[in-house]
């Protein structure tokens, strides 16, 4: 069985949520901070749940990857779909401050984006586009990397199918603008919000295997 602690009728005025999946050494108590702009919601994938029970109103323990266990998640919890804006979905080893993820949301909102992702300096990396441009602000792009993708309410939930176990994989991303009709101006890199990846988490190779199969299958299904 799910355990989990939810606070029914919370009385918050935040609209940003960030969901992390946790799992013993996870860096998320960088955002344990009363100046957060966000709900911080746990996801513990391991045996530290009572290691971390006392992190947030919100901690779950499920298993399975972060996408897969936001999907379930959402599916308990449908009610957090419409309390919230924006929703950046977060790696345990992700290492961000609370003042990049503020700003972060608060550029969501400024430049309508619809899905976005912090860039990468000194970091792991798969794609060079999401490296840190010291020249930008933002910087458009057809997709972004499934380390910790932010989505507004309206492509959190055109996506979210691909967020289930049998579908998701590396790739998947790459058809997430197609999912929320992409205006080629809502998807971005923000330079101005940096954080740093600590494990590599696919390799190209991997990616276009994925892309040949598990997400073709999805969009066949989608038809």
């Not at 954080?195 to 988490?201: L, R, S, V």
Request: aromatic share 12%; proline share 2%.
């Amino acid at each position: 069985m799910n355990k989990q602690v939810i606070i029914n009728n919370l009385n918050t005025s935040k609209k940003n949520c960030v969901i992390v999946s946790v799992g013993d050494g996870s860096l998320h108590r960088q955002l344990c901070y009363d100046t957060a702009n966000f709900d911080l919601h746990l996801l513990v994938y391991d045996d530290t749940y009572n290691k971390y029970l006392g992190d947030s109103k919100f901690v779950c323990k499920l298993k399975g990857y972060k996408m897969d266990m936001s999907f379930q998640y959402f599916q308990m919890h449908p009610q957090f779909i419409e309390q919230y804006d924006y929703f950046l979905l977060l790696d345990d080893d992700i290492q961000i401050s609370v003042d990049s993820v503020n700003k972060l949301f608060e550029l969501m909102k400024e430049y309508r984006l619809k899905i976005a992702q912090p860039s990468l300096s000194n970091s792991y990396y798969t794609y060079e586009h999401t490296l840190h441009n010291p020249m930008c602000t933002i910087r458009y792009t057809n997709f972004v990397e499934m380390m910790m993708p932010c989505f507004s309410r309206e492509a959190l939930m055109a996506v979210m199918g691909t967020f289930e176990d049998h579908v998701r994989w590396c790739g998947i991303e790459y058809h997430w603008p197609l999912l929320i009709n992409s205006n080629k101006r809502d998807i971005a890199i923000v330079d101005s919000v940096q954080a740093e990846g600590q494990k590599i988490n696919c390799n190209k190779k991997q990616i276009e295997n994925s892309v040949k199969n598990n997400v073709l299958l999805y969009l066949s299904q989608k038809q």
